[in-house]
């Protein structure tokens, strides 16, 4: 069974922009690239862009192997962003400072990574 999880980009204080991975979603896989390979937030927000993956890289790809939706992102409003366990097992964020958050779908509660 795969470990699917959200990554999370805030447009706003309203709305986050937010990609679905299909698989290596816990945070010793993606925790671990998106701290070391996306802290800065202009590189989260390309990585957003790209849609959601089957599993994210420590490179930035348009690897069609790699992309699942070429529509591009989802839109939620930021006090959702929890409902969005409802259907995967991690969501992740990164904060304005560039420090990436996680929440699992068992504690609902953020902590950083």
């Known amino acids: 069974m795969s470990t699917e999880a959200y990554i999370c980009v805030f447009k706003d204080s309203h709305e986050a922009l937010a990609i ?16 070391q390979h996306y802290s800065h937030k202009d590189e989260a927000k390309v990585l957003i862009n790209l849609g959601s993956l089957r599993y994210l890289q420590d490179t930035l790809s348009k690897d ?9 992102p989802i839109t939620i409003t930021n006090n959702r962003i929890l409902d969005l ?6 969501v992740y964020y990164v904060g304005t400072a560039g420090n990436w958050y996680y929440a699992d779908r ?8």
Not at 64 to 72: F, P, S, T, V
Request: a positive charge; aromatic letters at 6%; glycine letters at 8%.
């Open 20 to 35: 679905r991975v299909l698989s290596d979603g816990h945070p010793e896989h993606t925790g671990k690239l998106l701290k």
């Open 64 to 72: 069609a192997k790699q992309k699942i939706d070429r529509k591009g």
């Open 106 to 113: 068992e504690l609902r509660e953020w902590a950083k990574l």
């Open 85 to 90: 366990l409802d259907s995967v097992d991690y």
